[in-house]
């Protein structure tokens, strides 16, 4: 008989959870911080924007008085709060929190290889290109491609 002489590996001690904002991230988020509490493991929110604003959108922040850049760092800044607060929430006060511009499903597994979490965590839909660009084809390319464990809340 052989016997496994290993040690279990270390319990993963960072979780990243992207959002864009939608309810379906903002389940996500919640999910990584439970999970992330019962491991004590470093929670790291992420969200992932456009660099720049539709026609629509910008043509409207214009009438408003609003440059472009400072309105995608609001989005982006309310998007990361509420994530933060549902985390505290849940009882993860310190989660980091990170904002990235380009294309979401590229820059969140450039994130897994660079964070090396144990375990990704994303909504199964997003809301759309204004709010963050978390589409299904986002969860399913991480499913495929990511260095670590996916979860993919509905």
């Known amino acids: ?4 002489t ?3 590996g270390p319990v993963a ?3 990243l959870a992207a959002t864009d ?5 903002g389940r996500a988020v919640e999910r990584a911080a439970e999970l992330g509490k019962a491991l004590g493991a470093e929670l790291v929110i992420v969200t992932v924007g456009p660099d720049r604003l539709s026609a629509a959108e910008a043509s409207e922040a214009a009438r408003d008085g609003i440059a ?3 309105l995608l760092e609001r989005f982006a800044r309310e998007i990361l709060l509420d994530a933060s607060k549902r985390a505290r929430e849940r009882g993860v006060p ?3 929190t990170l904002h990235a511009v ?5 820059v969140l597994l450039d994130l897994a290889r660079r964070e090396q979490p144990g375990t990704v965590v994303v909504g199964r839909r997003g809301r759309g290109r204004l709010a963050g660009l978390l589409l299904g084809s986002v969860s399913q390319k991480l499913v495929s491609l990511a260095p670590c464990a996916v979860v993919v809340v509905p």
């Open 1 to 4: 008989m052989i016997q496994n």
């Open 6 to 8: 290993a040690r279990p």
């Open 13 to 15: 001690t960072r979780i």
């Open 21 to 25: 904002g939608s309810e379906s991230a």
């Open 68 to 70: 472009e850049g400072d």
């Open 94 to 96: 310190g989660a980091r």
């Open 102 to 106: 380009g294309d979401p499903a590229q």
